[in-house]
């Protein structure tokens, strides 16, 4: 018989590895909230040897087909029952050896950081294979195909080696093994051939302890995260069980999905919604306000509903009512009948209900209109399940344009629009219309408003951990940030903006900030290494923090673009005096191939973007832009060498204690 080319035994093999049961559940979840292009999803597989090498080994574009990587994960094989105590034990030492491995790449530079996490990662990969699995290669032969010079599989298959013998190999064998030696042997960095290997790297013993110490902590972390904690731990099966509730979950959405597609018109739609809530959540008591030509919230009638309902009008900016209040917040809110807070309107909707409690739920309807959703006695914690927002998933998916059904299908009259904005003038021919961008900004706070109630149930999850609450917190920020960008999208030019507060901002702490957070989903993952150099004497400015971190943040990732094989990004400030002014200057360089002349000359000026994706155009001069209201300067100088970017603010912004900014988009 023909023998099979050997890369398909190696794949063939590869797909009978076991998984880690949390991981894969977490991103299924990331699937199903469609991160699969984003830095989530793929922190998260990267976490499990096997995952991560099995995507790494499909081809490029696989991303692009959300529902066959749905098949590959819900089809892994995953640890259960007592195998999970023997994986748990094996996974936590790949994920040290890759964190020390990587730590080590990063502080030595002698190798690429990103190989070292997957070399690190796929050292003991052959502890994966099911029992009964014959090996027919060596589990190292898998990374041949990701590295064609071998040295990914070298670092896997020599890990274990004496490091005398090392000493002369490639940098990534060396530090692979030094990393392995450090976490498989108690005493190690007090030995004589491991202090030698650190020599080579020009590391000390206590600076290799204090990285071993941050690894071991990063999978703890990570063990708890993903339910791979110790031995007998109970954790060890809060993976699997959460997989076990993901793939019900699934099989529910699957079934919602051929449910709501019987809708033949939008009537229908909503009597199949109603239909749902009564049977999957025990809501009898519904009904719909949406916002009337008049500015007001009124009931609508594509839910039937009380008749003395349709007398009630509730502002849009009625900050008691918890109907307005979900639209302003895109998120569900709850009101009880009797609470002191409460606006008056609510307790007579739910009299008029005749429930105890509201669940007012933003609601996307035919037209692209959002309208509330009022739910009657729904559990108080129902806006977070994740069945409710399949349900509210698969309703939204199903709605047609209104063009698409003929107008006698349409029972009630539809409810009249809020006049549109007036229209900024159209400078060219390709402005995006007022109106889809209302659409577009409405379409994107809805995730912006899941991931922050996510962060804050991850914040009362975690405790008190400070190194956790710090990093969520800045999460959070940055989730605010967005959406007050998004929402600055549609403010009209006629429409002043108002004074915006200064307050006293750290450049340093922005700077330091930034590269935290972008350590692991922007410069690593880019083999990007990063200096930073901050002078401890400059001062706290009086200015607005998410200016400048919008302006550091888009030249990080200019550069970034611009180093598409890997580099070196350096950011600094200092204390300077221009013109008998105190200023401060930030400084951010790359080691790119430097910008071309013809577009140095036009380089702050707004122009079609040749990046393709979804590149702008617009990053610098908008940068440019902000830098200006901040009354500072924007430069930049450019070789074949490298490229920099030099900011200079000055330290009092002219004795203002205001400053008028304007929101822009996405850059």
């Known amino acids: 018989m023909r023998e099979l080319p050997n890369t398909l035994l190696k794949k063939s093999e590869l797909t009978v590895c076991l998984c880690a049961p949390g991981i894969v559940a977490e991103a299924l979840e990331h699937l199903m909230r469609g991160d699969i292009a984003q830095t989530e999803f793929a922190a998260c597989v990267r976490c499990d040897p096997v995952l991560a090498l099995r995507l790494r080994l499909l081809p490029a574009d696989f991303t692009a087909q959300p529902d066959l990587l749905r098949a590959v994960l819900l089809a892994a094989p995953v640890a259960t029952g007592a195998a999970q105590v023997a994986y748990s034990a094996h996974w936590r030492q790949s994920i040290s050896v890759a964190h020390l491995a990587q730590a080590l790449a990063l502080r030595s530079g002698v190798a690429d950081a990103e190989a070292a996490w997957t ?34 599989a070298d670092a896997a298959r020599y890990h274990a080696e004496p490091l005398a013998r090392g000493r002369a190999a490639h940098p990534l064998v060396r530090i692979v093994q030094l990393a392995y030696q450090l976490v498989a042997r108690a005493d190690a960095v007090d030995s004589v051939d491991v202090r030698a290997a650190l020599a080579a790297l020009q590391m000390g013993a206590g600076e290799a302890a204090q990285l071993l110490a941050d690894s071991q902590v990063q999978t703890r972390q990570l063990a708890l995260r993903f339910g791979l904690l110790d031995a007998a731990a109970p954790s060890l099966n809060a993976g699997f069980e959460r997989l076990a509730r993901l793939y019900a979950g699934q099989a529910a959405q699957s079934a919602l999905h051929s449910h709501f597609r019987h809708a033949g018109s939008d009537n229908q739609l909503f009597s199949l919604l109603q239909d749902t809530l009564r049977a999957l959540f025990g809501i009898e008591h519904t009904c719909l306000f949406a916002p009337a030509a008049d500015g007001y919230l009124r009931a609508s009638a594509w839910l039937p509903t009380a008749p003395g309902l349709s007398t009630l009008a509730i502002p849009l900016d009625d900050g008691h009512s918890a109907l307005p209040r979900s639209l302003v917040r895109s998120a569900p809110q709850q009101f009880e009948r009797g609470a002191l807070d409460g606006a008056l309107v609510d307790e007579q909707i739910a009299r008029l209900l005749g429930v105890s409690r509201l669940l007012c739920q933003p609601l996307t309807l035919h037209d692209g209109q959002t309208s509330v959703l009022v739910a009657g006695d729904a559990s108080p914690d129902l806006g977070m399940s994740t069945l409710w927002r399949f349900t509210l998933a698969e309703y939204t998916e199903t709605l047609r344009p209104r063009d698409a059904a003929p107008a006698s299908a349409l029972a009630p009259a539809p409810m009249p629009a809020i006049p549109a904005l007036p229209a900024a003038p159209i400078a060219t021919s390709d402005a995006i219309p007022r109106d889809r961008a209302r659409r577009a900004v409405h379409e994107v706070a809805n995730p912006l408003t899941i991931m922050r109630n996510y962060v804050n149930l991850l914040s009362d999850k975690l405790g008190s951990d400070s190194s956790v609450q710090r990093d969520l917190s800045i999460i959070g920020e940055e989730i605010e940030r967005v959406a007050r960008i998004v929402r600055g999208i549609t403010t009209t030019d006629e429409a002043p903006a108002p004074a915006t507060e200064l307050e006293l901002v750290s450049v340093n702490s922005i700077v330091s900030e930034l590269v935290r957070m972008s350590l692991g989903t922007l410069f690593t993952p880019n083999k990007v290494s990063v200096q930073i150099d901050l002078n401890p004497e400059v001062p706290p400015l009086p200015l607005q923090k998410d200016l400048l971190k919008q302006v550091l943040f888009n030249l990080a990732k200019n550069a970034v673009e611009a180093m598409s094989t890997g580099g070196h990004l350096t950011f600094a400030t200092r204390l300077t005096d221009a013109t008998g002014q105190r200023q401060i200057e930030i400084e951010i360089t790359d080691t790119g191939p430097g910008l071309p002349a013809a577009v140095m000359e036009h380089l702050f000026e707004p122009l079609i973007s040749n990046k393709g994706g979804d590149h702008a155009g617009l990053g610098l001069n908008i940068s440019h832009s902000l830098i200006e209201r901040m009354n500072g300067q924007l430069s930049c100088n450019s070789t074949p060498q490298g490229t920099h970017f030099l900011i200079r603010l000055p330290t009092l912004q002219n004795g203002q204690t205001t400053l008028t900014t304007t929101r822009y988009g996405s850059m």
Request: charge should be negative; avoid cysteine.
């Open 119 to 152: 070399a690190g990662l796929a050292h003991n990969l052959a502890d994966y294979l099911e029992p009964s699995t014959p090996t027919r290669v060596h589990p190292a032969d898998y990374l041949a195909e990701i590295d064609p010079n071998g040295w990914l």
